[in-house]
């Protein structure tokens, strides 16, 4: 999973930092002055709650909003980052669960061989 963490981002500058794909799902209500966290997560992949922990690990210490970006994003990682009150923006909104995502590659991976 690629991933990058800007922190302490001018939320003006976020369509700046934001790769081309995510430029579009800016909130136009977020405040214009102020501080943000912006967690990319790269590729057209979906996001496991074990990934999201991983990167929530790092930002123990943010003491101001936090944005996530992301292709799509299981439920139980949507769970997880609204719990961090993390606000979230996905390109797709499928349902996934961990398992369930899981099984399919599993199942991918087996067909390949």
């Known amino acids: 999973m690629r991933y990058s963490i800007q ?10 930092i934001l790769p081309k794909r995510f430029q579009g799902l800016v909130d136009p209500q977020l405040e214009n002055d ?3 966290t912006v967690i990319i997560f790269g590729g057209e992949k979906v996001i496991r709650s074990s990934q999201v922990r991983s990167v929530l690990k790092e930002l123990s210490d943010a003491d101001h ?3 996530a970006y992301a ?3 299981t ?5 997880i980052l609204q719990a961090n009150r993390v606000q979230i923006y996905t390109e797709r909104d499928w349902y996934w669960t ?8 599993s199942y991918r991976s087996e067909r390949k061989l």
């Open 34 to 36: 102020g501080t943000v």
């Open 75 to 79: 439920a139980e990682s949507k769970e």
């Open 98 to 105: 961990d398992e369930s995502y899981s099984a399919v590659r």
């Open 71 to 73: 292709y799509n994003l």
């Open 7 to 16: 922190k302490r981002i001018d939320i003006k500058d976020l369509p700046r």
């Open 65 to 67: 909003t936090i944005l």
